[in-house]
């Protein structure tokens, strides 16, 4: 579980880099960016909750 939770903290890490110093000059670009990411995160949320119950029925 450990190195989900690091890749995870890369991810976040990633997002906030990225509104912070490389927005996109085009607005609606970046809010399409924007929501391709945050849905790659809420996906990898998933994936690692679903690992997690997988791991609790063994």
Not at 7 to 35: C, S
């Amino acid at each position: 579980m450990k190195p989900q939770l690091i890749i995870f903290g890369i991810l976040i890490a990633g997002f906030i880099i990225f509104n912070l110093f490389f927005q996109l000059p085009d607005d609606r670009t970046n809010t399409a960016v924007n929501i391709i990411y945050a849905s790659l995160l809420f996906a990898y949320i998933s994936f690692m909750a679903y690992s997690l119950i997988r791991k609790m029925k063994k």
